[in-house]
């Protein structure tokens, strides 16, 4: 969350995925899941600042429908910040937790060769594809009830 000033922009509050290993995360810090539990995290912490509303500035270049960035906002809106969007913008609940994944971990499981170099990352960490969508849910509780203990 930024504030515009003539002087330079201030950040207020803000998150990066990499701290999202805090919070246990064993997934890519590349993918929609994660973009979704970054922006959950920042939009905690931007509450937690008494930050209540935002406007989301995508710049002068196109953004995709469901890209990240609308899952990055979705995670500051669920976690009760207050920025105007269009629910069309949004990837599904099945693909902020990564549902799609878990499905082409599947499909991908009756090849094991393509399977494990596809996964490879998932799987050093201990993280099978299909396990997913049940980790974001962990990591996503993990989060709300870090902020939680602070109210």
């Given at each position: 969350m930024i504030e515009a000033k003539?002087?330079?922009?201030?950040?207020?509050?803000?998150a990066h995925s990499s701290e999202l290993k805090k919070y246990a995360w064993k997934g890519s810090g590349g993918n929609v899941p994660a973009a979704y539990l970054t922006g959950r995290l920042a939009g905690f912490r931007a509450k937690s600042k008494?930050?209540?509303?935002?406007?989301?500035?995508?710049g002068t270049r196109p953004v995709s429908t469901g890209?990240?960035?609308?899952?990055?906002?979705s995670g500051a809106v669920d976690s009760g910040m207050d920025i105007p969007h269009?629910?069309?913008?949004?990837?599904?609940?099945?693909?902020?937790?990564?549902?799609?994944?878990?499905?082409?971990?599947?499909?991908?499981?009756?090849?094991p060769d393509l399977y494990q170099k596809r996964f490879s990352a998932y799987l050093k960490?201990?993280?099978?594809?299909?396990?997913?969508?049940?980790?974001?849910?962990?990591?996503?509780?993990k989060i709300a009830h870090s902020f939680e203990k602070k109210a």
């Open positions: 003539a002087t330079g922009d201030l950040v207020l509050a803000s008494g930050i209540e509303k935002a406007v989301l500035d995508v890209s990240r960035l609308y899952a990055a906002m269009g629910e069309e913008t949004i990837p599904t609940k099945e693909r902020l937790r990564g549902e799609h994944i878990a499905a082409y971990g599947k499909l991908l499981s009756e090849k960490q201990e993280l099978k594809p299909e396990d997913i969508p049940s980790h974001f849910d962990e990591v996503s509780d």
